[in-house]
Each structure stands twice: as structure tokens, then as C-alpha cells.
């Protein structure tokens, strides 16, 4: 979704900012532009499409030298991708200095504040929300933006990620949060702030992450002008938006700068894939004590007892994450014995849902910043159940606001198709449910055995990579098809959905995903000969219903595709296509049955030339609702 970064220090801006907003590619954007303040006050440039189209832009443009400036990279909510709806958006002070905003988030209470300033006296040139908070900015300025941005945020009701300048203070960049994360960068003489740490990391790795309500003003220029000795100097300030001072820790961000870079592969996506065996190793290291027989996760230490009395579970998430918390709900029903439920968040939070007493509500999160699960787990906890966090990126909000949490340590995920993000999900949701089961009934002898084969997955998972070819010339044969079926039975149900999802995110193909028998209640009615349908089917307790469900497809000249266990010889005799992988008790098979898919959807988005990591209206992260 959209991205901010923004920059006050001692080197050029522009070049800083172009590089920034590159890094912020793979969320998803569709207009980009930066303002940079200029000796001769603030130069813009804006443009619809790809971030290199600015970058053109700006090098025709005569001096845009500057130290300060802010950029952005906006996907459209309010108005369409125009050049005068991408940001920054600006507006004329009383004192005839202007103000650039850069904003991530909705303002809701917008349609409300245009009316109040057009009455003013305001002209707007753009249809956004955005341009409505520069203006007011803008409105109540005296001198101080500081005060004009607090002042501004007070009378606004929504969310928002801002950075903003004036060119009355061309040393300072001022901005805050409210429910879309933004984050400052500390380096040497220099600040830079970003919606996401990806445009930082090159920079520093000490940051600060701003909380909700929170306003910072950063200031850098030469030391005559901030008169604190040295050549040139830098101060910083945080306060509420009501200007009472907070005081925030700087951090360190958890992971180095090659691994949000290419590093030879063609694409984010190709690269997660395969990176999948070492983001198991990691979420896995430190978690398996086998000698106690047991699963350490020293961030629920604290709530064990509450977890393990637990009467019901409430799981919620979007899009893949979903898919990871359906495969949880069969987890702790199957193995812990706790009832519970997988909840998309965007329903969960505006159903008046009913929180019993002992109910623990766990948000499942490869960003931490998805704006549903957020409200979601805001609207659970408020109603008296226990938060609990299955997150990927470090500090991110959803992170910060459960009561205790479980990170997934499968490094950042760039791809906008998530991949590694759901083996990590998945396998924190089986430590969590072993957690619980261990300290209930799960005997010593079940746990052990867990134990022993979630050591074994990041090897088996390389065993299953090691088809990332075959997997491709099998999708050839059958890419030319529009419309696919995914199907599989319990624990490989939610997988084939997961599949589907891939397929459909990336290649455009339409595909379905459903319990395999499902299909005979409608959906059989769309098999025609050649039509693609692929049976997540390891071998289990359902296997051989699978085995009758993937007959009825090929009595009606439907092409097969399969997911299958090692050594199972026989479901070839069946399906046109198989993949196999290793095999694993049933709750851990969706954890390698899905790699099969990832990679089949990938190769089905190239085979058809598309962009893998930047596919169309998409974006990685959806911090607005
Ligand atoms: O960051 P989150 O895990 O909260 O994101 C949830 C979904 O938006 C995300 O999984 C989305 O469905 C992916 N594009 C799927 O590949």
C-alpha cells in the first residue's frame, strides 16, 4: 500500500528519496512523487506508474538541490491515479510559505474538513484527503508546523502516517502516526523517516518507532542556524498531538540489508521460495527442547496459565495469513483439544462478536500492520479476551499491541505473494498448539514426535524445492487454461485454498479452492475436458476419499494435478501430473504440500509475462480498510 519516506540532513535529498521510494516498490503503488526544499522554497514532481517514470522526471527538473524533502508512493483511495491526486500534496500558509504533506491512511472525517476550508477561502486541486490535512495544516499555521501538524491531527478522525514540510523551516521535517506505522531512522547527522524499515535499512539500523497519537519534529541544518556547536547539527522531539513530550527508545532493526535485496535471484518471490528451508530453521531455532520434551516460546511464558485454561480460540487474519489460521483452527481442535475458529478479520470485527470468559484471540500477521486484523484483535481484546500476536516483522503494531506474542523469524518477506511468511505462520500456530497440548493431555510420546519432525522440515522442504523444474514444465502444459480448481480434505483444505489464492494473485488465471467433496455440490458442474484441478493429496486419514474425488474429475476429462507423498506410485496411475513430498504426520503436511503450489503459481505468472513481485491493483501490505 502506499509508501512514505522523507529525509532532513546533511546530504542531497533527491537521490535519497528515489532510492527510498524503489525499496517501497514491492508494496504496491500505482503514482509516485517527492518535494524537496530548494534556496529557492520547494520543488515538486509528480507522476503516475512506476517510481522510474518520476525518476525521469526529476532529472529534467532544473535544481531540485535540498537536504530536506519527503516522497511518497500512493495507492489510490480517494480519486483516481492522476498526477494531481499523487502526493505530496501542498497548500499556502497565511505567511505565503508553502507546505508539502505526504500521507499513508484515510482521513475519514475529510468530505467534513474540505467544506470548512473551501468556506475559508481554500482552493483544492486534487479530489484526496490527503490535500484536505495540508490545507488545514496550512490553516492553522503561526510560525510553527509543529504546533500547525498537532494542531491539524487534533481535528482529524481516521488514520494516518504523515511527514510534512514548510518552507518557512527548511530544517525541519515533522511527522506522526495514527493507525499506519512510520518509522524513524537515526544516522549520522541525518534522520530518515519511512512507512516501512525497507527504505531505512541502508541508512542506519537504529530506529524509532513512532505510537499512535505521536508527533516528531527532526531538525538538521548548520549549527549557526540551531546554535548548538559543530558544524552541523541535528535535534529531535516527540510529543502527542495534544504537545506533551514523549520520550521513545531508539531500537535495532532485526535484519540486514542484503536480505531485502535480489541477491541474484530474478525475483523476490523465486528467492522466498527457496528460502524457505532457512525460514523454517529459523522460526523452528531455539524452540524444540528435546530433551524436556517440550516447546519453549518465552514470549507466552507469562500468559501460560491463561492459555492453557483457555476455553475457546479465536484466530484472525486476511488473505494468506487466513489460510495459515484455518490450518491453526485444525490444530488446536485435533491436537490441543480446544475448540476454536479461523475468522476473516473484516467480518470478525463488525459482528458484534460474543467474547466468552477464558477466550484467546491470536492475530496472524506476516506485516503486523493489515488494518483488519489489527481492529480485529482490538475488538476481541476489548471484549476481554487474551491477545495474542503471530507476527512477522518486528515491532510492528500488531505486535506492540497484543498482550504476548510468538514472532515467525522468517526475515522480511518483499514478495507481494507470501510464501515463507505462511510456512513461518503455520509452524508458530503447530508450536503454539503443542505449547498448550504439552501443558493439557498431549503425551510425552506425541510431543516427542512433533518435535522430531519439525526438525526434520526445513530439510524436507529442500527435498520438494529440488522440483522447482519439473513443477515449471508441468504448469506449461496446462497454463493456457483460464479457470483452475484447488481441492484437498482436512488439514490439506485450507492449503488448497492457499493455492488458489497463489495461482490467482499472480498468473490472473481464476482459480477456486474448496473441500474436495465440496465440488460435488455446484462446482463439478465447471469441469470440462482438459480444465485443470489439483488435489492437495498426501497420504492420511482421507486419502482414499481423495483418491474417489480425483476419479470423478478424470470420468469427466478434467486434467489432474497432484500433491502426493513420496513412494505413493499409485496416484499416478491417476493424475496427470504429480508432486511429491516427504512424508510427515497429517498436521505438519501442509507446511510442504504448499511449496508444490507456490511454485506452480509462479511459474504460471512468468509463463504468461507477468510481473511476479508487482502484480496488478496489489498490494503487500493493506494498512486501510
Ligand atoms: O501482512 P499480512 O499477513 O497481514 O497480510 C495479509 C494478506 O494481505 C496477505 O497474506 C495477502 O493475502 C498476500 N498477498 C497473499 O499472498
Redesign the pocket.
Known sequence: MCGIVAYVGNRQATPLLLEGLKRLEYRGYDSAGLAVMTPDGLKIARSVGRVSVLETMVENMDAADGTLGLAHTRWATHGAPTEYNAHPHTGMTRSGHRVAVVHNGTIENYATLKKYLTEKGQVFDSETDTEVLAKLICELYQGDLEKAVQAALREVNGTYGIAAICENEPHTLVCARKGAPLIIGVADKSYVVASDAAAIISHTSQVISLDDHQVAKLCAGPEDRLGDGGPWSVQFKTTTIDNIPVTQEVTRLDFELEQIELSGFKHFMHKEIFEQPDALRNCLRGRLDHRDCRVVLGGLSRYSRELVRAKRFILT?????YHAGLIGEYLLEDLAKIPARCEYASEFRYRNPIIEPDTVAIA????G??AD?LAALREARDRGALAIGAVNAVGSTIARETDAGVYLHVGPEIG???TK?FLGQVTVLTLITLYIGKRRFLSDEVVRTYLRELERLPNYAERVLEQFDSIGKATERCVDRDNWLFLGRGYNYPTALEGA??LK?ISYIHAEGMPAAEMKHGPIALIDKGMPVVFVAPQGSQYDKVMINIEEIRARGGRVLAVATEGDQAISNYADEVFYIPSVPEPLQPILSVIPLQILAYHAALLRGHDVDKPRN?AK??TVE
Not at 317 to 321: F, I, K, P
Request: charged share 15%; net charge negative; proline share 5%.
Open positions: 487474519a486476511q488473505g494468506t495469513a496472524i500477521s506476516q506485516s500492520e493489515t486484523p507481494v505473494a507470501s511468511a489464492l497463489k494473485e496489489l501490505s493493506v
